[in-house]
């Protein structure tokens, strides 16, 4: 008798990462669906349907159906996970794998039940795990989740930061900011239009922030050329921008992100506060790629701050992992009626 594979799942605003036991992460792929206006059918997901975003005739609609981390076009992202799901499997598996899903640690029981359905529809085995999406990536960091002691991770995605003080496979205190990798797009693609008079799209802006992007206004020397539409000629441009002006754009952007990462300390019991000042505090996610955020909260809150090893991979790792200490993770989950901890706006 074949056993059911587990399976871990990061599905985030921006990206899904998908992790097997035994294989390691096998998916990493945008969380993007390209659809069929005529007959709302699903044309390309991941990087094919990435590849179409801002190039795509009317009758093709690139969608991202995560909003904020969470679930915001329902049966897009069921498709894109049946999608997902049916690559690890095969296309003809009769067997439907074990899957734990992350979800922000400050979701509704309503978004809750929102992804345990659309991962059971899409596939999964009933029923579908949930773990916080902080415990996840502290699991996935190497953090010794397990001890009774304070460690703490700040978890900077596509839609959210997820900041939150973990000890014996529970989260203690949390917060948790809509303020992360795609709002410091759509600040650097204004600053661009309002300081420059150009025009540039989502992946552009992106592409500038993961070029000369700077938590700090140290890398004076670090330029970039920017290409889109002059706002006053409507003809292409080419413009440079540097790493200063690009830390000027987005200082407030991350001042939202500090005051999550500052409310959690602020209420964390001092027994696990000490133990955080004594092990600092790990960065996971895409956006603790971003240049001197290590270093920028480490000014602003007094606590050493480091970045994990491949950040981007930390919750999917994590998910998958959590699997082999279910009844741990689940002991320290409140019911479904309760929100996992309350949310830091």
Known sequence: MMLAKKVGVDLGTANVL?????????????????????????????????????RTPGGIQVIRPMRDGVIADYLITEAMLRY???RVMGRFSLIKPEVMICVPAGVTSVEQRAVRDAAEQAGARKPAHLVPEP???????????????????VDIGGGRTEAAVISMYGVVVSASARMAGDRLDDAIASYVKRRHNL??????AEE??????????VDEGLACAVRGRDQITGLPKTITVT?????QAIQDHLATIVQAVKSVLERT????????????????????LLRHLDELLTQECGVPCYVADAPLQCVAIGAGVALEHLDLVKRNLPTESESLVASYN
Request: aromatic share 2%; net charge negative.
């Open 199 to 204: 025009i540039v799209g989502d992946r552009t």
């Open 269 to 288: 019991p001092p027994e696990l506060a000490s133990d955080v000042m004594d092990h600092g505090i790990v960065l996971t996610g895409g956006g603790a």
């Open 243 to 247: 790493s200063v002006e690009i830390a």
């Open 84 to 86: 997902f799901i049916g």
């Open 18 to 54: 998908v992790y097997v036991r035994g294989r390691g992460i096998v998916i990493d792929e945008p969380a993007v669906v390209a659809l069929s206006v005529r007959d709302n059918t699903v044309v390309a997901v991941g990087n094919e349907a990435r590849s179409m975003m801002g």
């Open 208 to 217: 500038v922030k993961i070029a000369v992007g700077s938590a700090l206004p």
């Open 135 to 153: 415990l996840a990536a502290a699991i996935g960091a190497g953090i010794p989740v397990g001890s009774a002691r304070g460690h703490m991770v």
